[in-house]
Nanobody
Framework: QVQLVESGGGLVQPGGSLRLSCEAS????????MSWYRQAPGKEREWVGY????????RYAPAVKGRFTMSRDNAKNTVYLQMNRLKAEDTAIYYC????????WGQGTQVIVSS
């Protein structure tokens, strides 16, 4: 059974930083790419970024490129999202996703950017 457990969210001031984590289980983590998505209040879920299974390739949505960085530790079955220079429009629930089980979602972790 695939499980994705996101953590690390919270309240942060504009310009601040947070690091989100997603610990995965129930599949061979190193076989699949990982992505982060987010869903802001009243909006559709949107893709944030992608990292290849070996961590050597990443891609980001234009809205976060240059501010957010994904990484992964295959030994810990964990993917990370380092978020810097946060803006109010980054406020959302953040979810991780795996190509190994496209229909599986965790509970998400809430990020609120506000002064």
């Amino acid at each position: 059974q695939v499980q994705l457990v996101e953590s690390g969210g919270g309240l942060v001031q504009p310009g601040g930083s947070l690091r989100l984590s997603c610990e995965a289980s129930g599949f061979t983590f190193s076989d699949g790419s990982m992505s982060w998505y987010r869903q802001a209040p009243g909006k559709e879920r949107e893709w944030v970024g992608y990292i290849a299974n070996n961590g050597l390739s990443t891609r980001y949505a234009p809205a976060v490129k240059g501010r957010f960085t994904m990484s992964r530790d295959n030994a810990k079955n964990t993917v990370y999202l380092q978020m810097n220079r946060l803006k109010a429009e980054d406020t959302a629930i953040y979810y991780c996703w795996t190509s190994m089980s496209p229909n599986s979602w965790g509970q998400g972790t809430q990020v609120i950017v506000s002064s």
